[in-house]
T-cell receptor, first 113, second 113 residues
């Protein structure tokens, strides 16, 4: 079945440093699934951060970016300069019309002021 | 106002008992899902429904039974509870399929003693 592997947390970075959270996927039911990053901020529910449905395209939101790379089957999440408010748990996921989304294990990010 | 309501927020049960977790969504969505997250474990897909029909089932145990009495309801009945069932259970919905963004409820935290 479909699966997602992402950077094992926790990850701690200092404010204004750059960040990359790796995500690779394995899609067995469809060649090009839709790819997602979800985020859970402290005390809040899981919500969409960004989504890309076309291979080769980049999605961005709140200063985060992720590019859908079908060659390496990756969808890494990057931010050039993190803020303390970015502290959260980040989940990479893939989904398609025929299957419910599958999620990675989640990466807990702590940003030190 | 929350668009996906899960009840109760916390639930304590004894081994061998039966509980029902409630989920209602007011987003007008046609697809609904159940996920489970145990301590230090990934967000695990359990069931998906579309137009009140079971689409996908990744839960091996028949002790877990989803129930859809209305289009915007997807409850989860768990029988013969075990301590290993202790987890936070999340309900989610999307417009039509797993290719779309999922919207999550805040979860029901179940503890089985």
């Amino acid at each position: 079945g479909d699966s997602v592997t992402q950077t094992e947390g926790p990850v701690t970075v200092s404010e204004s440093e750059s960040l990359i959270i790796n995500c690779t996927y394995s899609a067995t039911s469809i060649a090009y699934p839709n790819l997602f990053w979800y985020v859970r901020y402290p005390g809040e529910g899981l919500q969409l951060l960004l989504k890309v449905i076309t291979a080769g395209q980049k999605g961005s939101s709140r200063g985060f970016e992720a590019t859908y790379n079908k060659e390496t089957t990756s969808f890494h999440l990057q931010k050039a300069s993190v803020q303390e408010s970015d502290s959260a748990v980040y989940y990479c996921a893939l989904g398609d019309n025929n299957n419910a989304p599958r999620f990675g294990a989640g990466t807990k990010l702590s940003v030190k002021p | 106002d929350p668009k996906i309501i899960q009840k109760p927020k916390y639930l304590v049960a004894v081994t061998g008992s039966e509980k029902i977790l409630i989920c209602e969504q007011y987003l007008g969505h046609n697809a609904m899902y159940w996920y489970r997250q145990s301590a230090k474990k990934p967000l695990e897909f359990m069931f998906s429904y579309s137009y009140q029909k079971l689409m996908d089932n990744q839960t091996a145990s028949s002790r877990f039974q989803p129930q859809s009495s209305k289009k915007n309801h997807l409850d989860l009945q768990i029988t013969a509870l075990k301590p290993d069932d202790s987890a936070t259970y999340f309900c989610a919905s999307s417009g039509q399929s797993g290719a779309e963004t999922l919207y999550f409820g805040s979860g029901t935290r179940l503890t089985v003693l």
